[in-house]
């Protein structure tokens, strides 16, 4: 529960309860070692020294968790095949199981030590046992380990962002395993495991049950950039390898110059173009004003034509009909002597 200054506002922080309860871990074939149950709620793994000279590595400790996590889809047995100092393990076909309740229902799992990504056993009560393989490469894509992890982690009501992708990164917060430091494996601490806060932060927020949207966010963020970075050293590499390229600086210089020339040279193109359709175009239009002066002429000479026809339509006709009778008379007279000589 946290409280603010103003009484009157109190916001419940509801954390994360994980109703699973481990009843028992063994070997199949038995003998490879003593079965352990486990008690409700809290079991203490110790060794008795003999004296103060004595080590305590014999007594399997941190192997008893190591054999939990692996029953719980954990990275290959052979990362743990160190801590036994023996090889008959290997050698031998043997299983690990792992039986546990979760919300009153039992479960059980078989994990083999050779070849443990694959028949692995997987059982819920009142259904058939189910043989599941691991995807090696991407083993949070494997159907089993999205099935336990919403059996493990996932609850109702939750709104905000949750994958059952996020198995073996949430484990971690329950199984801390100190390793011995001449090994490769780290602290399980669920600060320091993974290194990368703000991936971390995400599954914070999702165990107080709190609003994790924009830190989910921001991690794919910050996880793109971290390619893109990686992206950008491979090629500097490529670079530098394959072209004597010593500043990557240089090539950024080099780039510009070229973008400049590229720039330029479809500048010139540009005009080169240009100047041919001009050109053509310059040719259609000397045509089209050809025959409109051949047209402004033509019709020039119609109109002078045309005023000249207008001007003998209007000139005045003036006749002496006195004239034209004498003139006829004459003709019929020098007609009807032609008549009668012939």
């Known amino acids: 529960m946290v409280r603010w200054n103003d ?14 309860i ?12 003593r079965d352990v149950t486990f008690k409700k709620w809290v079991n203490i793994i110790y060794a008795n020294k003999a004296d103060k000279s004595s080590e305590t590595n014999w007594a399997w400790k941190s192997l008893l968790l190591n054999l939990i996590d692996f029953c719980l889809l954990s990275d290959s047995w052979v990362k743990h095949i160190s801590a036994l100092r023996d090889n008959f393990i290997e050698a031998n076909n043997h299983s690990i199981c792992l039986e546990f309740v979760i919300e009153g229902t039992e479960y059980y799992i078989e994990r083999p030590m050779k070849n443990s990504n694959k028949d692995i056993l997987f059982w819920e009560k009142w259904h058939t046992l189910t043989s599941y393989n691991l995807n090696v490469k991407n083993t949070k894509d494997s159907e089993l380990s999205l099935i336990l992890c919403d059996l493990i982690f996932k609850r109702k009501g939750y709104e905000w962002v949750y994958s ?45 049950n709190l609003d994790n949207t924009l830190l989910h966010k921001n991690f794919q963020l910050e996880d793109k950039k971290k390619s893109l970075k990686w992206a950008v050293n491979e090629i500097e590499l490529y ?8 500043n990557i600086s240089d090539v950024d210089n080099k780039l510009d110059n070229l973008r400049m020339d590229k720039n330029s040279y479809e500048k010139n193109l540009d005009d080169l173009k240009l100047g041919s359709n001009y050109k053509d175009a310059s040719n259609e239009l000397n045509q089209i004003t050809k025959k409109i002066k051949q047209h402004i002429l033509d019709n020039h000479i119609d109109s002078h034509t045309l005023e000249n026809y207008a001007d003998n339509i209007d000139q005045k006709i003036t006749i002496q009909t006195w004239r034209v009778d004498k003139l006829y008379a004459e003709v019929n007279s020098l007609l009807d002597w032609k008549i009668k000589k012939s």
Request: proline share 8%; net charge positive; aromatic share 18%.
């Open 239 to 246: 670079l530098k390898t394959n072209f004597s390229v010593k």
């Open 7 to 20: 009484r009157s506002l109190w916001i419940p922080l509801i954390v994360k309860k994980i109703n699973m």
């Open 22 to 33: 481990l009843q028992k871990i063994y070997s199949n074939p038995e003998w490879l070692f």
């Open 164 to 208: 059952n992708e996020w198995l073996r990164k949430l484990l971690p917060f329950f199984i801390k395993k100190q390793e011995n430091p001449a090994t490769s494996m780290k602290f399980s601490d669920p600060i320091k495991y993974s290194g990368y806060m703000p991936e971390i932060m995400q599954y914070h927020l999702f165990f107080l």
